[in-house]
Each structure stands twice: as structure tokens, then as C-alpha cells.
């Protein structure tokens, strides 16, 4: 059986979202000979994840360390799994019925792809949905570098990075999320785009929850030192990543 791991980082003030994210999961249907396993990671102490999960479902693994933030909760998740592909479901999102199994198509179908993303919709906090619009490029595959070009002229990622499944080799290789308070995902997924081509897959494939503890609703998320100072280095990891693809990387 071949094995598709989604890590959730999980902190005490979104725990309740928790039953929601695990039926989203529940619903996926995998292609035969796959299973998923759910690694969620408790980012701090006082979580209590488990209250809000099944204890009878054998496929959920919950783990705690101590709080680092949702991207080292992340790559502590990563380090307790075991799939060949690694999904991200942060713990207040939902996926989409077939999203994983889209995502399975993709990357089994083309073994030059790496990644994926998809489409994404927001779930306001009055239950509606909202379409969420960051200028999708059309479905089918990302040449390789085009999420950096698009990133370093906007500033922010064309395709959404919570929606991101890839080869594990890979998001090992780039040593998991980049250990920053915010834009992290963004490091991984402009690292994974300067390793392979990616494919953006048109239909949905998350609902996004929007709500007021989200840590893209701090000041410091857009703009001030700390945005700089995330900024920068992310610029500069991708930069020294694809200078090593290309062969040019000073001796």
C-alpha cells in the first residue's frame, strides 16, 4: 500500500477546527493500492488535539513539540511521516472532494512534475464561500522558476502554497518548511519551483478558512522589519538554489 502523508501543525487557538479539517479528509477517495496518514503536530504545549480527533482511526498520528511556529510544526510533522508524497492541510482549512486524488494523478502521471497546487476558495466565518482570485495561471504544468518570476514581480505567490503537495524527496532535500514566523510555505514552494516544474490543477482543491486568528492578519505579515528581513532571505535562498541548478554557484 502506498501511502500519501498530510501534516496539519496544530496550536491551542485553532484546535477546534479540528473535526473539520479530519472529515474533509475522511471524504477523499484514493486511487487504488493508497491510503493517506495524517501526521498533526501540536505546536506548543496545552493543545490537546487529541480530544478532537477519532481515537479508532489507526491512519491519524498525533505528535506535540515545543512551539516553533506552524513551519517548524510542519517539518516536525514531515520528520513522523512516512508517505512518498507529503500534503499540506493546515488545521483550520478543508480539502475538497478528489483533492488528493488530483493531486496523485498529477505527480504519478509525469515524473518530471515535483509539485502541486491548486485552486483555492475561501470559507468565511459565516459558512459562505468566497472566490479567491491570486491571478491563477491556467491549469497544467509550471515551468520550472515561473512561481519565483511571478513571486519577485508581486510579492506574493501566484498559486497558494496551503494547497501544496510534492515528492517527499524533495521537500526533504530543501529541509522542510523554512523556519520563519510567517512565509515559510512560500520559501518551500519558491524552493521546490527553482528544483522541477510544478502543475496548478484548475479545480478547487481547499477551502481556505478565513477568521480573525490567523497569523496573515498581523501587521508584521505584510510589511515593517521582519517582513524585509523574511523577505530577503527567502530572495536569496531561491536565488542561490536556482544558481545552483544552473550550474553557476561560486566556487
Known amino acids: 500500500m502506498s501511502t500519501i502523508s498530510v501534516v496539519t501543525p496544530v496550536h491551542a487557538e485553532n484546535v477546534q477546527f479540528l473535526p473539520a479539517a479530519y472529515a474533509s479528509l475522511k471524504a477523499q477517495t484514493l486511487p487504488a493500492g493508497w491510503t493517506w496518514e495524517w501526521c498533526?503536530?501540536?505546536?506548543?504545549?496545552?493543545?490537546?488535539?487529541?480530544?478532537?480527533?477519532?481515537?479508532?482511526?489507526?491512519?491519524?498520528?498525533?505528535?506535540?513539540?515545543?512551539?516553533?511556529?506552524?513551519?517548524?510544526?510542519?517539518?516536525?510533522?514531515?520528520?513522523?511521516s512516512s508517505g512518498s508524497y507529503?500534503?499540506?492541510?493546515?488545521?483550520?482549512?478543508?480539502?475538497?472532494?478528489?483533492?488528493?486524488?488530483r493531486d496523485l494523478a498529477a505527480l504519478e502521471g509525469d515524473a518530471e512534475i515535483g509539485w502541486t497546487t491548486s485552486?483555492?476558495?475561501?470559507?468565511?466565518?459565516?459558512?459562505?464561500?468566497?472566490?479567491?482570485?491570486?491571478?491563477?495561471?491556467?491549469?497544467?504544468?509550471?515551468?520550472?522558476g515561473?512561481?519565483?518570476?511571478?513571486?519577485?514581480?508581486?510579492?506574493r505567490p501566484q498559486v497558494h502554497p496551503a494547497s501544496l503537495c510534492a515528492r517527499r524527496e524533495l521537500v526533504v532535500l530543501l529541509g522542510g518548511w523554512m523556519a520563519l514566523p510567517a512565509?515559510?510555505?512560500?520559501?518551500?514552494?519558491?524552493?521546490?519551483d527553482a528544483l522541477t516544474p510544478?502543475?496548478?490543477?484548475?479545480?478547487?482543491?481547499?477551502?481556505?478558512?478565513?477568521h480573525g486568528g490567523?497569523?496573515?492578519?498581523?501587521p508584521a505579515?505584510?510589511?515593517?522589519?521582519?517582513?524585509?528581513?523574511?523577505m530577503s532571505l527567502i530572495r536569496e535562498r531561491t536565488e542561490a538554489l536556482h544558481s545552483w541548478m544552473s550550474g553557476k554557484m561560486p566556487q
Do not use: C
Request: no cysteine; glycine share 10%; net charge neutral.
Open 198 to 210: 510544478g502543475q496548478f490543477i484548475g479545480e478547487v482543491g481547499l477551502l481556505y478558512r478565513k
Open 146 to 155: 515561473s512561481a519565483y518570476t511571478f513571486w519577485s514581480e508581486h510579492q
Open 86 to 101: 507529503v500534503k499540506v492541510l493546515d488545521s483550520d482549512d478543508q480539502l475538497t472532494p478528489g483533492a488528493l486524488a
Open 119 to 144: 485552486r483555492v476558495t475561501d470559507l468565511l466565518e459565516d459558512g459562505r464561500t468566497r472566490s479567491f482570485e491570486l491571478g491563477d495561471p491556467q491549469p497544467g504544468r509550471l515551468p520550472r
Open 40 to 80: 498533526v503536530q501540536e505546536d506548543g504545549d496545552h493543545v490537546s488535539a487529541t480530544a478532537q480527533v477519532p481515537t479508532n482511526d489507526p491512519r491519524i498520528r498525533v505528535s506535540a513539540s515545543r512551539r516553533g511556529g506552524p513551519h517548524v510544526a510542519r517539518t516536525m510533522a514531515l520528520a513522523r
Open 221 to 230: 505579515h505584510k510589511e515593517g522589519e521582519e517582513w524585509r528581513a523574511r
Open 214 to 218: 490567523q497569523i496573515t492578519n498581523s
Open 183 to 192: 512565509s515559510g510555505d512560500t520559501g518551500l514552494l519558491l524552493g521546490l
